[in-house]
């Protein structure tokens, strides 16, 4: 699509539109972890999602097979997906929604310092600053010593890390994998590993929750589309803050389905990353900074969908 044909606030209405879906997805993940294990939850949500995710990508007459060319990356991907996922769920049944998304936002921050450590790319004193006034975030929301730091904590914190690893393996391999390949591989997986657990969780599902499981597979495909079409629509430096709307639908859905009342410090933590998160991606923006940017080239912050289309960036004066 060309630069004059984009169409930031389609762009915009379609991420703040995708993120809300994100968001109801995410309350009901809270609402049958009560119930099911986050495993027997997983395993049916990806099953719904995988068949309609399978029919897009077979139609795709562009997708002549689906073998990965780095089938080794492919796999450390699909686990490191799984990984994120089944952290981020845990931490959805025992915290308060808006609790895990403040640490879950910290994932822009990591991806930026792996990208500087493990690739190799340049990230400047302001950026590597950011990353620490947001990690200082993390500190202020769950504040070890004062407050006791739970299983749910360390779970929310293993998805973003997990989330961003794969995100770094995304860049190292996304020019030379196709996205279809990168899109399956980890459904496969999390259907095979959560399959292999079955068995030991597994709770008879109403016909209601299986409805609902049912809805959180569908719900994470039509966000995802509507992602993507957020990034054909408008420049990335538009539509990555947008992601940061999720912890509000968090608070309203916590406060009016799970009687949830986050306390202050999780807002003034949850402003310092979100705070350091923008910074990250308004510094990717100047014409002063090196053209590898990771943030923007992340653009999907989520840590259970696929890649993003790759986003227009400007080029290198």
Do not use: C
Request: charged share 10%; no cysteine; proline share 7%.
């Amino acid at each position: 699509m060309s630069e004059t044909s984009q169409s930031p606030l389609r762009g915009l209405g379609a991420a703040f539109g995708a993120f809300a879906l994100f968001a109801t997805h995410d309350a009901i993940i809270k609402a049958l972890g009560m119930t099911y294990s986050v495993f027997q939850i997983i395993f049916f949500a990806m099953l719904f999602a995988f068949v309609p995710m399978a029919v897009v990508m077979l139609a795709d007459r562009q997708v002549d097979n689906f073998r990965p060319h780095h089938p080794w990356l492919i796999l450390g991907r699909a686990a490191m997906t799984v990984l994120a996922m089944a952290s981020a769920f845990y931490a959805f049944t025992v915290l308060p929604l808006a609790e895990v998304y403040a640490l879950l936002f910290a994932t822009p921050l990591l991806i930026t310092a792996l990208s500087a450590l493990l690739l190799g790319e340049k990230v400047r004193l302001q950026r590597w600053g950011a990353v620490i006034v947001g990690l200082i975030g993390v500190i202020v929301v769950l504040r070890p010593g004062v407050t006791q730091v739970s299983f749910g904590h360390l779970s929310a914190l293993t998805a973003a890390v997990a989330s961003s690893f794969g995100s770094i393996i995304v860049r190292k391999i996304g020019g030379k994998e196709r996205s279809a390949v990168m899109i399956l591989y980890p459904m496969l997986a999390a259907i095979l590993a959560m399959g292999i657990m079955l068995p030991f969780v597994y709770n008879p599902m109403e016909l209601t929750d299986l409805g609902l499981v049912a809805s959180v597979g569908l719900l994470s495909v039509i966000a995802q589309g509507g992602i993507i079409m957020a990034y054909r629509a408008a420049p990335a430096a538009v539509v990555a803050p947008t992601q940061y709307s999720q912890i509000i639908w968090a608070a309203g859905f916590g406060a009016l389905f799970f009687a949830e009342r986050p306390d202050m410090w999780v807002a003034v933590g949850a402003g310092i990353i979100i705070a350091s998160g923008i910074f990250i991606v308004w510094r990717e923006t100047r014409p002063d900074v090196s053209n590898r940017n990771p943030v923007l080239r992340n653009p999907n912050p989520r840590y259970d969908a696929g890649p993003s289309p790759k986003p227009k960036h400007r080029r290198p004066s």
